[in-house]
């Protein structure tokens, strides 16, 4: 199941800068580690207000409680609070997995009787 959260980090006031430099570190070396198991599959900066981090993740989880142990094994949860949205199919996904019957796959190879591909958005052009 797929996972869309808004991840907001505040640190308190006082913290020493190391000490945040020292998990912001570690939260990025985790997260590498967590997108290499597929857990985490995207990450995103949205616009952000002075002070504030915000970021917004989507994450791969057998079920919610496998979701809140990914999310408690990142650094950063000690500052910071997460908004999560279940996601479910949608019947017009553009990244859905696409599969043809014989017929309507005439024109395309295929080993077997059937053809499967799965269908991706273009990526965004980068400036």
């Given amino acids: 199941m797929e996972y869309l959260v808004t991840m907001t980090t505040r640190v308190p006031g006082g913290t020493p800068a190391h000490d945040v430099e020292n998990v912001r570190a ?25 002070g504030e981090w915000r970021s917004i993740g989507l994450f791969a989880a057998d079920d919610a409680g496998g979701l809140e142990r990914t999310l408690a094994s990142m650094p950063l949860r000690v500052w910071r609070t997460d908004e999560v949205t279940a996601l479910g199919p949608h019947p017009d996904d553009p ?3 696409v599969c043809r019957s014989p017929r309507a796959a ?11 591909r799965t269908e991706r958005m273009p990526r965004p052009l980068r400036r």
Wanted: hydrophobic fraction near 30%; glycine fraction near 6%; charge should be positive.
């Fill in 106 to 116: 005439r024109n395309s190879w295929s080993r077997s009787s059937w053809t499967c």
């Fill in 95 to 97: 990244g859905r997995a």
């Fill in 26 to 50: 570690r939260e990025a070396a985790h997260t590498r580690d967590l997108a290499a198991q597929g857990r985490v599959l995207r990450l995103w900066r949205p616009p952000q207000e002075p």
